[in-house]
């Protein structure tokens, strides 16, 4: 299995419209059929401690039966909008992709 | 729901017997009873891009249903003998905590 995690960071200059538009893109992002399982969110408030990074904005975590999967995902077409849409709007994008 | 994700990397000089046991040491970690869900591995060999850190040695990835069954975790013995015994290896560790 792989669990694709990516967290975002919006520019200070984002679009306010468009940044209030993302969590709904998230979740038009989660009906790709090759997804196992989604789930998307914001920092959690756990205690302060200096290995934790919750300076993001939203966290997209999904899961996916192998590569072949994901790599579907990559090219489907409501992921393809989903980068049209928001791309323009994050400073900074970092993904882990990892085998489990 | 809370996603607990930890990427650790190993110091260049880590104890290369402690290394090998690193795996077996996530496996008994997610013997701790407030877990929901626990998953961990190393980097998927997806397409290389900028955005994505690939970098890790081992990615831990849990799930909780909430805030307080995170810090039990946090304070259970099994965890406190993972850092015990395992800590002194790592060169970085980042953990993202999202409320899902």
Do not use: C, N
């Not at 419209?17 to 790709?32: C, D, M, P």
């Not at 059929?33 to 756990?46: C, K, L």
């Not at 409501?78 to 928001?86: I, K, M, S, T, Y």
């Amino acid at each position: 299995m792989l669990i694709h995690s990516v967290y975002f960071w919006f520019k200070a200059d984002a679009d306010p419209a468009l940044v209030a538009r993302f969590e709904a893109g998230l979740q038009r992002l989660t009906a790709i059929p090759d997804i196992q399982a989604a789930h998307f969110g914001r920092p959690e408030t756990t205690p302060k401690r200096p290995v934790i990074d919750d300076s993001y904005s939203w966290a997209l975590i999904e899961t996916f039966p192998d590569l072949a999967a994901h790599d579907r995902y990559q090219a489907h077409e409501l992921h393809q909008q989903f980068l049209e849409e928001f791309s323009g709007t994050w400073q900074r994008v970092q993904v882990y992709d990892v085998r489990v």
